[in-house]
């Protein structure tokens, strides 16, 4: 692979051509260096007065000939990423692979970067958005000067899918040099989708202890995972805070954390650090959603800090959190485009700093809170997220009761996302949601390829309901699942959203969705 990094041609800021002094670009009293670093350029930015809401670099005349577009997106996927032909594409957030008869161009940002970035390809030209606002309004940065992103630029030759996997998968690794993710394989088993919220105490020490007889023997061990539903004002659809304690239908939570120790397997438990409906304080409050805790705050981050220490002490060694994109935004990743959020006139309470600062700082306050826990994400900010999650989620939810949403979510982040897997954390396709509602033949293959992918692997299934076959099947995909560190790689990406032949540590697999 080579770093083909090059200098831009324009650089914009606030939407006006920027002056060139000696590769700083200056409008006004605001500026913004461009200098090459180990084969990056790193973008520095300040202004004294002006507030910043954008930068973006202009490389002119970097995309030749026909090729093939594949970009990733601002959190998870949602059945949208595939290899495109279309000349030009507007939106792409954090990186993009261009692949053409001659092999790959590779376009990124590092993770951590302190701006929402994206890329655009406009006419045969490469912009790089850097948005630099504060909630919908410029950053007030009064002088201070920070590394708004580290911009990566390479080519090299692929021949075969999997060459071209590789590929991208050791550019990708160029880019997160903080991955926290050990290797280790991740499995068990999550209610939700069998359960859908409506559970007890009584029915997650059920599921443990039958996770834990379907694998006896396996050295390592699997968790299981409490979801949403034990919180003490979890109420219809109202999925929210506090996590001081369990409802009556859970209890004592640190004891059944114990219980599930006992029996065998490693306690996981879910919750949603930022909404609560029910008593977060006046000063505290999010202007975007008054039900949000505004996270540019130290004392918003203190209380979030306490909630993950209280689980920690309660003997969980999973922490899946969610909804930290979608509270902060007030929108789903699909929708976010380059707006990012579908309301106007908010910024948060801290004006200094820009949103991804922000989500940065609250994305390691949870990491460093955590103790032990394995931590995994759910609906991050992908970027933002590498280096402070083990896993992450990388699609939308799959079902329970829905087949098509299981192969259009399901399949399709693991056949693109799959590339991220040991070089921004643990890429977490989501579960196998096994019901009398979904035919067991496709589950069947959803379950196959997803215990061969060396990727986080969870099951929900309502203990008693398989067949003694189905059983037999499910103990093998376990076994599977907690030994393999083989990735399983799409041979079809270039011409399918959902790709049906993979090679797997098994061997050539082929399946019918």
Not at 213 to 226: A, D, Q, Y
Not at 344 to 351: I, S
Request: proline letters at 3%; hydrophobic letters at 35%.
């Amino acid at each position: 692979m080579n770093k083909t990094t090059v200098m831009p041609d324009t650089v914009l800021i606030n939407r006006r051509a920027a002056e060139c002094k000696n590769e700083k670009y200056v409008s006004g009293d605001a500026k913004v260096s461009v200098k090459r670093d180990g084969g990056m350029l790193r973008i520095d930015v300040t202004a004294s007065v002006t507030p910043l809401r954008e930068a973006v670099l202009v490389f002119k005349d970097r995309i030749r000939g026909e090729g093939e577009t594949l970009s990733d997106t601002w959190e998870r996927a949602y059945g949208d990423l595939f290899f495109s032909k279309a000349k030009n594409r507007k939106v792409m957030p954090w990186y993009f692979v261009r692949k053409t008869g001659s092999g790959l161009q590779l376009y990124g940002v590092k993770t951590g970067a302190a701006s929402m970035c994206s890329w655009e390809i406009r006419e045969g030209d490469v912009l790089l958005h850097l948005d630099l606002r504060n909630g919908t309004q410029g950053v007030c940065l009064d002088g201070r000067e920070f590394t708004a992103a580290e911009a990566l630029m390479c080519e090299s030759v692929a021949g075969t899918p999997e060459d071209m996997f590789w590929e991208i998968h050791s550019f990708l690794r160029l880019l997160c040099s903080n991955c926290i993710y050990d290797g280790k394989p991740i499995y068990g088993a999550n209610n939700w989708y069998y359960a859908y919220g409506k559970s007890s105490r009584d029915e997650v020490l059920a599921d443990a202890r039958y996770l834990a007889e379907l694998t006896n023997g396996l050295k390592n061990r699997p968790f299981i995972v409490i979801d949403d539903g034990w919180q003490q004002d979890h109420m219809g659809d109202y999925n929210g805070g506090p996590w001081n304690s369990g409802n009556a239908d859970y209890g004592d939570m640190g004891a059944i954390a114990s219980e599930m120790k006992k029996a065998g397997v490693l306690p996981g438990i879910w919750f949603r650090p930022l909404y609560d409906r029910t008593g977060i304080p006046e000063e505290l409050k999010f202007e975007r959603d008054k039900n949000v805790f505004d996270i540019s705050l130290p004392e918003s981050l203190e209380h979030v800090a306490n909630d993950v220490r209280r689980i920690r002490d309660w003997g969980y060694e999973l922490l899946k959190y969610d909804f930290s994109c979608v509270d902060i935004f007030g929108r789903w990743g699909v929708h976010m485009g380059r707006s990012l959020t579908s309301n106007t006139g908010w910024a948060f309470k801290d004006r200094s700093r820009t949103t991804a600062e922000i989500i940065t700082d609250f994305y390691r306050t949870i990491y460093e809170n955590a103790g032990n826990m394995l931590i995994l994400g759910c609906n991050c900010v992908s970027h933002l997220a590498a280096g402070y999650v083990h896993a992450n989620r990388t699609g939308d939810d799959t079902s329970g009761v829905e087949w098509e949403r299981t192969k259009k979510y399901g399949v399709n982040t693991l056949a693109f996302r799959t590339v991220q897997h040991g070089a921004f954390y643990a890429a977490d396709a989501d579960c196998v949601g096994i019901t009398d509602r979904i035919d067991w033949k496709k589950n069947r293959q959803w379950m196959e390829i997803m215990s061969l992918s060396s990727t986080p692997f969870f099951v929900s299934v309502r203990p008693g309901t398989l067949t003694r076959a189905q059983e037999k099947e499910l103990r093998s995909a376990y076994k599977a699942a907690s030994e393999n560190t083989v990735t399983a790689i799409p041979l079809d990406a270039e011409h399918s959203k959902t790709p049906e032949k993979w090679l797997t540590a098994a061997g050539e697999k082929r399946y019918r969705w």
